[in-house]
């Protein structure tokens, strides 16, 4: 589409004169000290969901809308939780089955939500560039945050997958961290990899079959391994990712099978990482494929603490997009 080189690199198109957080578009290219903050506010916010009343008012009178041109449970519903515990108004637009089926355009869709006054878009497009170029079409007091857009960017799932490795490692500068899976067709792990270097991370791998490994991802800093044997070993993250098949042109693999016994992570291969070694997801997981049962929900399986830690990354990331946080924090009292 036309939008797909424009703007992919986020430039400055996110952040404002000051260098303040305006849209959520892409990790790559942001400061690190803007990252620490998100962390940092999310922290703050983490505490929100363990509550009796589990809001806060940074986001009273704002309306978040949630476009998902593209099918998603996680990261949709934990925005729209995310939003609400902000005491933000949400709209959740299916717009597959919606205006677009109708003929109507995006340009005309955003226009109409312009009208009803949406402070907020939260866009996950199957196009690369999607959000950047929603970002540059709408109204200057909207903010645009990309919940996954193609094969380019998640950055929310990777600030996500950071502030778990953050609860668990305490800090970054020592760490291995294995990438394993379809790296080829994942946003998710596009965004780890700018995520973890830029947060200092000395070693980032990714492993998989030559298929599924992009050409240049070298370029990105990252050591590539076709073995998972030796990709893992060592490693103190292991970030399994779904194969995403309905992005595949061809048959790029045998079978899930096949690919189990070559890429799937079992208890045996997970022994090679380090013993204190975390075990990540992004989800949905797909049991037997990547990652063996026992495995997905064992011990060393941190999956369904991303998923709640999810809120409180998307309520830091929402708040700081409206300039709300500096309110007196998440601890500001309750209405
Ligand atoms: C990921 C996505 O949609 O990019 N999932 C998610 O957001 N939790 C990864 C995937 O679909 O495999």
Redesign the pocket.
């Known amino acids: 589409m036309a939008c797909r080189m424009k703007g992919m690199h986020a430039d400055n198109l996110q952040l404002d004169a000051h260098g303040r957080l305006k849209h959520f578009l892409a990790i790559e290219g942001l400061p690190r000290a803007l990252l620490t903050q998100i962390l940092d506010n999310a922290e703050r916010f983490a505490p929100v969901g363990d509550r009796a009343v589990k809001k806060v008012p940074l986001l009273r009178g704002k309306t978040v809308a949630n476009l998902f041109f593209e099918p998603?449970t996680?990261?949709r519903t934990t925005f729209d939780l995310a939003a609400k515990r902000l005491s933000a108004d949400v709209l959740n637009l299916n717009i597959e089955a919606s205006s677009t089926k109708k003929g109507e355009s995006l340009s005309d869709t955003l226009r109409n939500l312009e009208a009803m006054q949406c402070d907020m878009f939260v866009v996950r497009h199957q196009s690369s560039g999607a959000a950047n170029f929603i970002a540059r079409q709408i109204a200057p007091h909207i903010s645009v945050i990309n919940g996954?857009d193609g094969r380019h960017e998640?950055p929310t799932?990777a600030m996500l997958d950071v502030f778990t490795i953050r609860r668990w490692k305490r800090r970054f500068d020592a760490l291995t961290v294995a990438i394993v899976g379809d790296v080829a067709h994942?946003?998710?792990a596009r965004s780890e990899i700018h995520a973890l270097r830029i947060l200092g991370v000395p070693e980032i791998r990714v492993v998989g079959p030559k298929t599924l490994i992009p050409a240049e991802v070298e370029s990105l800093g990252v050591r590539v391994f076709h073995d998972l044997e030796a990709g893992i070993k060592g490693a103190d993250v292991v970030i399994m990712?779904?194969l995403?098949q309905e992005r595949m042109q061809s048959a790029l693999l045998p079978s899930g099978h096949e690919y189990f016994r070559e890429y799937g992570l079992t208890a045996a291969r997970l022994k090679l990482a380090a013993k204190d070694a975390i075990v990540m997801h992004?989800?949905?997981i797909n049991r037997g494929v990547e990652i063996a049962s026992d495995i997905a929900d064992g011990a060393q399986s941190v999956i369904l603490q991303q998923v709640t830690f999810g809120i409180a990354v998307r309520m830091a990331v929402m708040s700081m997009v409206m300039g709300t946080q500096a309110l007196g924090g998440a601890d500001a009292e309750h209405d």
Do not use: D, I, N, Y
């Open positions: 998603s996680r990261t996954g998640h799932q994942s946003r998710v990712l779904r995403q992004p989800g949905p």
